[in-house]
């Protein structure tokens, strides 16, 4: 793509990224309904963009888009798992929730820049990377399997604990803010904690996410256009979905096939080359069919270790800072007391 494309898109994803802040600022806390009107409105004008892309560039180039979006798409969603037991441990008042969604979301743009122009140079400058992906796709398709049922223990998280160590933290939330400045020194607060936790744990959801969508494309703009744009909507896709997290719990083994087929035809590539509409086609039927059974199967029929988790709900007061005490003296003295509902019914999506 021309550099006055990237440009302009950069402009106009500034320009969403401001919508979502502002439409919504002065009700931070988001209904159903809300939440499901900004979420078709971002799923629109993501599959929408396919229009320009077929345009400017055909519409083997639109399914390629399509293909890594709704890759991009359905690993956000399977993410928003660990978002919810990150919120649910540290006890995280719903009204602020929607700030650590918002930057969250800003810093994994960031990153999926990055490490889509990196691995775009690596497979220009270097072509057996290809196979390295792919490779490394397959394991993770495998662990994505073996991992199914397993649980999220967040105090095990080294960069929480390396926060602990280093950080002065305070002992309950104050407002919305990051940091405060108390007694002449600036201290985080536990809100702080929780954006670094989520940051990092979407920088190891993006190792998995960029190689994927790799597989099915190797234009730089198609892979950002469709990673950024997957992303956006991810604030208002957490609170429509938190009702339904307990049901798809198929979702992750149906990724989990995803990244083993695109893996495949990654390592593959040099001796044949999967159609894009056949890469397309499987991508689609392979998620669809995920999602129906998640919701057509009785829990009672699916194995104890396999249940998926229900999402734990807040149990902070009005103000937030009752639930945050309890939390803050956790970042400070290294010890878990609650949350154990989210821990004790929480898998992992990946690892």
């Not at 919810?84 to 990153?111: C, H, K, M, N, Q």
């Not at 991810?234 to 695109?262: E, K, P």
């Not at 009752?322 to 509902?341: F, I, L, N, P, Q």
């Amino acid at each position: 793509m021309p550099l006055r494309y990237w440009l302009g898109f950069l402009i106009f994803l500034t320009c969403a990224l401001l919508v979502d802040l502002l439409a919504t600022r002065r009700r931070p806390e988001m209904t159903t309904r809300e939440a499901g009107a900004w979420s078709a409105l971002w799923v629109t004008l993501g599959l929408g963009f396919s229009g320009f892309v077929g345009w400017h560039s055909g519409g083997a180039a639109a399914a390629e888009y399509v293909a890594a979006y709704l890759i991009e798409l359905s690993l956000s969603v399977d993410n928003l798992f660990v978002f919810a037991i990150l919120f649910s441990y540290f006890d995280v008042p719903e009204r602020y929730r929607r700030g650590v969604l918002f930057w969250g979301i800003f810093g994994a743009i960031i990153t999926r820049l990055a490490f889509i122009l990196v691995g775009a140079a690596l497979l220009h400058a270097f072509h057996p990377t290809i196979y390295v992906f792919g490779a490394f796709l397959l394991f993770t398709s495998w662990k994505m399997l073996r991992a199914h049922g397993s649980r999220v223990e967040p105090e095990r998280n080294p960069v929480l604990r390396f926060l602990r160590s280093v950080l002065p933290i305070t002992d309950s939330y104050r407002g919305a803010a990051f940091v405060v400045r108390e007694g002449g020194r600036w201290i985080a607060t536990p809100l702080l904690v929780v954006l670094v936790l989520v940051e990092t744990t979407d920088i190891v959801f993006a190792v998995d996410s960029v190689p994927a969508v790799f597989a099915v494309t190797r234009d730089r703009f198609i892979a950002f256009s469709s990673n950024a744009l997957a992303v956006l909507g991810l604030r208002a896709l957490y609170f429509l979905v938190m009702g339904a997290m307990g049901r798809l719990r198929f979702l992750d083994r149906g990724l989990a096939i995803v990244l083993g087929f695109v893996g495949i035809k990654m390592l593959i590539s040099d001796l044949y080359e999967i159609p894009i509409w056949v890469s397309l086609g499987a991508v689609i039927g392979i998620l669809a069919i995920a999602v129906v059974a998640s919701l057509l199967v009785r829990p009672d029929l699916v194995l104890e270790g396999d249940a998926a988790p229900e999402a734990a709900e807040s149990t902070s007061d009005a103000d937030g800072t009752a639930a945050a005490s309890r939390h803050g003296s956790e970042v400070k003295d290294g010890t878990a007391t609650s949350g154990e509902r989210a821990r004790d019914t929480a898998r992992t999506p990946r690892s």
